[in-house]
């Protein structure tokens, strides 16, 4: 089965402590993206990818960083300077040519105390 | 600055039409999408407008106008799954890899 998976579903860390979530997609997709879903608001761009090594900032990428060194993959580290960091993380994808819409993993809600 | 506007929240019965709206103030445009997401789930991909009119797709239509900035969902014979948050998202006229998501309608039908 083709898709994005996210691992893993929920997490708890420290204050302090850094953390990575995983994004994997088997879809083929060139880009790829990170989101942070808070109550109330809309989706907010973390970092993007369109392709492999390369990424750019989104709208809030402080305290956070990321890696694309397969095209399958683009792993998020929540750093220790990310003031707010409990939120619910969804990773999506998308192919460059053609299609416009984003396909989304089944997200990841950190927790940090 | 690109700014997207629906409302919090809508109830409807089940059988019912409800119609979302989402209204748009962008530099631009380059394409109109809407989104399902149930509580906890991954958004997922319902329709796309690029041209002004309707785009029906079985109980679920989406209507744009460009000239109003203005786009609405339209869900029929309401079913109680259809219970979700619709987000209405917007490509960034800037950067059109890029998408703006508005905060989302949270929908909930009830018997």
């Known amino acids: 089965d083709g898709g994005i998976t996210q691992s893993p579903k929920y997490l708890f860390r420290k204050e302090g402590q850094n953390v990575t979530l995983s994004c994997e997609q088997n879809l083929n997709h060139d880009a790829m993206y990170w989101y942070r879903q808070d109550p109330g608001q809309g989706l907010r761009l973390i970092y993007y990818s369109q392709i492999v090594n390369d990424f750019q900032k989104g709208d809030i990428a402080e305290g956070y960083s990321v890696s694309r060194e397969k095209k399958e993959s683009f792993p998020l580290t929540v750093t220790s300077a990310q003031k707010n960091p409990t939120a619910f993380y969804l990773c999506?994808?998308?192919?460059?040519?053609?299609?416009?819409?984003?396909?989304f993993g089944p997200g990841t809600r950190l927790t940090v105390t | 600055g690109q700014n997207i506007d629906q409302p919090t929240e809508m109830t409807a019965t089940e059988g019912a039409i409800v119609q979302i709206n989402c209204t748009y103030q962008?530099?631009?445009?380059?394409?109109l999408f809407w989104y399902q997401q149930h509580a906890g789930e991954a958004p997922t991909f319902l329709s796309y407008n690029v041209l002004d009119g309707l785009e029906e797709k079985g109980r679920f239509s989406s209507f744009l106008s460009r000239s109003k900035g203005y786009s609405y969902l339209l869900l029929k014979e309401l079913q109680m799954k259809d219970s979700a948050s619709y987000l209405c998202?917007?490509?960034?006229?800037?950067?059109?890899?890029?998408?703006?998501f508005g905060t989302g309608t949270r929908l909930q039908v009830f018997p």
């Open positions: 962008t530099s631009g445009f380059n394409g």
């Open positions: 999506a994808s998308r192919p460059t040519q053609g299609q416009y819409e984003q396909y």
């Open positions: 998202a917007v490509r960034d006229p800037y950067n059109t890899d890029k998408l703006i």
